[in-house]
Structures are given as C-alpha cells and as structure tokens.
Nanobody, 123 residues
C-alpha cells in the first residue's frame, strides 16, 4: 500500500506564501496522477491541483490559477504545491492524493490520501 505524508502547512498572513510537500512511500505508482485537495469548514472537498507523471498540462481549479504551482519530483516520489499570494479563503485542510495507475484522481474513492495539513491564512 501507499503512504502519503504531507508537510509545509502553517499559519501565514494574507499575501504570503507556503510550499506544501507530499512524499509517497510503500508501493508507489510512479505513473499515477498526484495532486492536492482541500476542505474548508462548511465547504465541499475541492480538487485544487493535479499533475500527471509526465508533468504535462497540470490542472488547477480556477480560484488558484496564477497563484499556485504544482510540481513533482518522480525520483523522490514527492509532489509540491507552491502557494503564493495566499488569501484568507485559501484557509483549509489540504490533503495530498495519489490516484491508482490509469485512474482519474477525481475518482476519489480509489485514491490514497495523506492525513492532511492545515493551512491558515490570516489578515
């Protein structure tokens, strides 16, 4: 099985930056899509960003385009989410996810999940 461990969350002022990291261990699937979801209090879980093994054509939800950048280092089995120009509405628990090979990450029941890391943006 795959274990995902996130780091990099914390408290930041509006306009600041954070970088989240997610490292996979165990039986990893290098060819699978990995990405980030978030869930704010009282809100639905939201697919924030995703990246294929190749790194081509990453996905971003509209609200983070131009501010967040997803990347991956396949040799380290690590995915990053660089978050710039953070806004209070970005406050949420951020969850790393890894899809099964050949499966869409949006088929969330098939994903491996990290435990979540809290991102709080204050003003």
């Amino acid at each position: 099985q795959v274990q995902l461990v996130e780091s990099g969350g914390g408290l930041v002022q509006a306009g600041g930056s954070l970088r989240l990291s997610c490292t996979a261990s165990g039986r990893t699937f290098s060819m699978s899509t990995m990405g980030w979801f978030r869930q704010a209090t009282g809100k639905e879980r939201e697919y924030v960003a995703g990246i294929s093994w190749s790194g081509a054509s990453p996905y971003y939800t509209d609200s983070v385009k131009g501010r967040f950048t997803i990347s991956r280092d396949n040799a380290k089995n690590t995915v990053y989410l660089q978050m710039n120009s953070l806004k209070p509405e970005d406050t949420a628990v951020y969850y790393c996810a890894a899809a099964l090979p050949g499966r869409a990450i949006t088929t969330t029941q098939n994903n491996s999940w990290g435990q979540g890391t809290q991102v709080t943006v204050s003003s």
